[in-house]
């Protein structure tokens, strides 16, 4: 008996194998009716990855009791497989499978590296128990193809932000004012007043022969009565110390400069400002008695009907003898310009002083930092640099040393070489964020590390300086690599609002073309790049960015005659436009195929 009993239990086990494995053979002949279906397809890179979303819809009854049906997706190129997860219809999720068709979505993603190229999505379909202890398993599949690696050619744009120098190198003008006062009603100039205070104070100006651009003489009289009938009497003072000053000008020899200068002569007549202003000066009257002036003042009537009413104060021969003589002047403004150091003197003491031939001394801090900027040598500015750093240790001055290594860096060819400047510049831009966290810094410094290829911090530094106090000229440049990045991180919309604010170079055009081809915005990107190509005729990468914008609007024309020009511009676009998916409907084209001879 219990030989029997193994008999039949190995009967029944075999029994039970044969129904799974023609349950199992069933779900594999009935997967040829699945719907698999790809978006994107081909299968695109964006930021640092390649992400796309699989569905899949089963048969009806397709989905057998207390089976599973795995879908097993891989991405090959070049005989390597890169595996993806895998996806999973378990019956017992779909009870109602011999009704209506199990379906199930789910979103895909792997890392991309430059090494990997095109090649095929592949799915295999597999059927299995529960306990997976069988299964059967479908051809291989192949289900999309890719790689569209069009957003890849951003350009990396590398902004030197130099904070100011803080000098003002345009010509200035120093004021000089010199007053002459006139006895009641007489305009001509009295020898007290040439050999007084303010008649030596002209001639001590006049001696040190300064470079004068304009003299004002404005002529001012008093209110009372007796003046306001000679309506003539404001201009004549002016044009008195305009003769006196002329003549005190052939004293010290510059009649060669007098024609150089600009008189500008004008008398201010039946005028209440002067006097308001000498009230509030003058201590001869009180605080009550200024109210009733400037109450009549500022009330109706003539400027001879105020006069009147004011001659009728009690107070009136105190004003018309201690306030009312300072308004007879003739006001005189000399403008004069400051005197300065020209750029090759700044440039020659500033060479000095890096050689230790001359003391630091010798150029303010100013004058120094703003010397760095008359020279095109980048390791005379770095000593330069150095040497304000020495003179005063400030965020300023370390950012600009920063600044020079990072432009150095973006002329360096070598790889190594060009990193360790990369390096020296990050050092010196956190120095000045130390000292104050600063916009010019944090843009500097995000270039910096993105030449590094350090993107995630890049991303941090231009974001800190996006939030910080920046002029016009910085926020441009700002928005040149918050731009690009933001193409890196496959954020095209940002990147297009970002670029749009930021000069528009050659290469920000270029950059903000590819933004918006990529926003799938087309017909703004084929504005963009003929922009872009506007700026400059030899980019080679805008006009296959063309290229690119017109396969996708199926202009075929357009697509020929830029890709034509841009691998006449770099022959190493000839090979990737022959393998790129963007030009797979054309690729049988003749006109493709003459584009690339």
């Known amino acids: 008996m219990v030989i029997n009993k193994k008999i039949t239990s190995v009967a029944l086990v075999a029994g ?3 129904i799974n494995g023609c349950a199992l053979k069933q779900m594999i002949k009935m997967s040829k009716d699945q719907e698999l279906q790809v978006q994107p397809s081909p299968l695109e890179v964006h930021g640092d ?3 796309f979303e699989m569905s899949a819809l089963l048969p009806v009854k397709m989905l057998k009791k207390n089976k599973i049906y795995t879908v097993n997706a891989y991405y090959e190129h070049n005989g390597e497989k890169i595996k993806l997860e895998e996806v999973e219809f378990k019956s017992n999720d779909y009870p109602d499978a011999n009704m209506n068709q199990p379906k199930l979505s789910h979103r895909y993603s792997f890392g991309y590296d430059p090494e990997i190229g095109n090649g095929d999505l592949i799915v295999v379909g597999t059927a299995s128990n529960m306990a997976k202890s069988r299964s059967k398993s479908t051809d291989e599949l192949p289900l999309a193809k890719g790689l569209i690696t069009t957003s890849t050619l951003v350009k990396d744009i590398y902004h030197v932000a130099y904070a100011d120098h803080g000098y003002d190198f345009r ?3 120093i004021p000089t004012t010199v007053n002459f006062f006139f006895d009641q009603g007489r305009s001509n100039l009295k020898a007290s007043e040439i050999s007084g205070e303010e008649g030596k104070k002209l001639n001590a100006y006049l001696a040190q022969n300064n470079v004068t651009r304009t003299v004002t003489i404005i002529g001012q009289h008093s209110p009372e009565g007796s003046e306001t009938k000679n309506s003539k009497l404001a201009d004549e003072r002016a044009l008195v110390i305009e003769k006196h000053y002329r003549q005190a000008m052939k004293k010290y020899d510059h009649k060669k400069v007098a024609d150089s200068i600009k008189f500008v002569t004008k008398g201010v007549v039946m005028d209440w400002a002067g006097l308001k202003k000498e009230l509030e000066k003058t201590s001869a009257i ?9 109450e009549i003042i500022d009330g109706k009537g003539s400027f001879a009907d105020k006069q009147k009413e004011i001659e009728k104060l009690s107070f009136y021969k105190t004003l018309l003898n201690k306030v009312y003589p300072n308004l007879r002047t003739a006001r005189t403004e000399i403008l004069t310009v400051k005197p300065k150091k020209s750029n090759a003197e700044i440039s020659l003491l500033a060479s000095a002083i890096v050689e230790g031939k001359a003391n630091a001394d010798t150029l303010s801090y100013e004058e120094l930092a703003y010397a760095a900027t008359l020279t095109n040598d980048l390791e005379l500015r770095e000593k330069i640099y150095v040497a304000t750093i020495k003179k005063k240790d400030s965020w300023d001055s370390h950012n600009n040393l920063g600044a020079v290594y990072l432009e150095m860096a973006k002329k360096e060819l070598n790889k190594n070489e060009r990193a360790k400047l990369a390096e020296k510049a990050i050092n010196q831009f956190e120095l000045s964020n130390k000292l104050e966290n600063n916009a010019y810094a944090n843009t500097n410094l995000a270039s910096a590390l993105l030449m590094t290829g350090k993107k995630t911090e890049g991303v941090q530094a231009i974001n800190k300086a996006a939030t910080q106090k920046a002029d016009n000229e910085l926020k441009k440049g700002i928005a040149a690599v918050q731009g690009t990045l933001e193409i890196k991180e496959a954020k095209y919309k940002n990147a297009v609002q970002n670029l749009s604010k930021a ?3 050659a290469e920000v055009l270029y950059n903000l073309a590819l933004a918006s081809l990529l926003n799938k915005d087309y017909q703004a990107a084929k504005k963009t790049f003929d922009a872009a190509i506007s700026a400059d005729e030899n980019n080679a990468l805008a ?10 609007l199926n202009d075929e024309a357009s697509l020929t005659s830029n890709l034509k020009k841009a691998v006449k511009l770099d022959e190493k676009l000839n090979e990737r436009a022959v393998t790129d998916m963007e030009f797979a409907d054309f690729a049988n084209s003749q006109n493709f195929k003459n584009a690339l001879k």
Do not use: C, I, M, P
């Open 16 to 18: 039970l194998l044969s």
């Open 49 to 51: 990855s390649v992400s």
């Open 171 to 173: 010509e200035e003008l």
């Open 286 to 294: 009180n605080d009550d008695q200024k109210a009733q002036v400037l």
């Open 503 to 505: 000069n528009e170079t």
């Open 543 to 552: 006009h296959y960015g063309a290229a690119v914008t017109a396969a996708r």
